[in-house]
């Protein structure tokens, strides 16, 4: 299986450090969930996925750039990333999972984290 990122970049972290602040329970590094989600709670069947917004293709995002050389080669690499991530999507939701899908850029602007905040506290059920 081709891996487009590392574990434990940043943008996970940042979705960790706010659960871990709004004391939610987790687990990370679930290999054995189809697409390793960042972030499941397994009692309650919620999974979260980061996606960095250039290789899995944030629709509208500024940072969803196609480089200008090869770009037919960008393209089918793009398109087959996005068909793996609705795939993995799908086999998790068949195990009775709950999904919540965080982009990358939704961590770096505080208006945007500000609404990110909101929708895990409201997808892990917690606080207000
Ligand atoms: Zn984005």
């Given at each position: 299986?081709?891996r ?16 871990s602040?709004?004391?939610?329970e ?6 054995d ?10 009692r309650?069947?919620r999974a979260v ?8 293709r944030?629709?509208g995002c ?10 037919s080669?960008w ?7 996005v ?7 799908r086999?998790l939701?068949?195990?009775?999972f ?7 850029c ?7 984290l500000?609404r990110?905040?909101?929708r ?6 917690v606080?207000?």
């Amino acid at each position: 299986m081709a891996r487009v990122r590392q574990k434990g970049t940043k943008p996970e972290i940042g979705v960790r450090e706010i659960l871990s602040r709004l004391g939610v329970e987790y687990s990370t590094n679930a290999t054995d969930l189809p697409g390793s989600p960042d972030v499941v709670d397994r009692r309650g069947k919620r999974a979260v996925y980061v996606h960095g917004c250039f290789w899995h293709r944030h629709g509208g995002c500024v940072a969803s750039t196609t480089p200008a050389r090869n770009a037919s080669f960008w393209n089918e690499k793009f398109q087959q990333n996005v068909q793996r991530d609705a795939r993995k999507k799908r086999e998790l939701r068949r195990l009775g999972f709950t999904i919540m899908t965080v982009w990358e850029c939704q961590l770096k602007q505080e208006e945007k984290l500000a609404r990110l905040k909101k929708r895990l506290r409201k997808f892990f059920g917690v606080g207000n």
